[in-house]
Nanobody
Framework: QVQLVESGGGLVQTGGSLRLSCAASRSILSLNTMGWYRQAPGKQRTLVAALTSGGTINYEDSVKGRFTFSRDNAKNTVYLQMDSLKPDDTAVYYC?????????????WGQGTPVTVSS
C-alpha cells in the first residue's frame, strides 16, 4: 500500500510559479514509477511529467522547458516546479505511483491539488 498526499496548489497569475509536492507513505526508491498528471474541467486526465523505472523523466510537450520534476529520496517526496504558468495549465494535479513487487503492478493516486492560473 502507498498513500500519496499532494500539496502546493493554488491561484496564480499568468507567468507565475508554483511548486507542487507529493509525499509518499513509503520510500520512493521502492516504487516502480512516479508521476504527475492533471485533469482540466471536462477533460480527461493526462500525463504531465513522469519518472520511469529507468530513471528517465518524460514531460508532456506543452510543459517542456516550463515544468521540472524532481525528488527528495530522504523525504520520500517528489515535486513539480511549474514556471511561466498559463491559463491552459489550470487543472487538478494528481500524483501517481506504481508498485511492482513481483509480476503484478499496483497503481496509487493522491487526492489531487487544484491549480488555477488567471489571465
Amino acid at each position: 500500500q502507498v498513500q500519496l498526499v499532494e500539496s502546493g496548489g493554488g491561484l496564480v497569475q499568468t507567468g507565475g510559479s508554483l511548486r507542487l509536492s507529493c509525499a509518499a507513505s513509503r520510500s520512493i526508491l521502492s516504487l516502480n514509477t512516479m508521476g504527475w498528471y492533471r485533469q482540466a474541467p471536462g477533460k480527461q486526465r493526462t500525463l504531465v511529467a513522469a519518472l520511469t523505472s529507468g530513471g528517465t523523466i518524460n514531460y508532456e510537450d506543452s510543459v517542456k522547458g516550463r515544468f521540472t520534476f524532481s525528488r527528495d529520496n530522504a523525504k520520500n517526496t517528489v515535486y513539480l516546479q511549474m514556471d511561466s504558468l498559463k491559463p491552459d495549465d489550470t487543472a487538478v494535479y494528481y500524483c501517481r505511483a506504481t508498485l511492482r513487487p513481483l509480476t503484478k503492478t499496483y497503481e496509487y493516486w493522491g487526492q489531487g491539488t487544484p491549480v488555477t492560473v488567471s489571465s
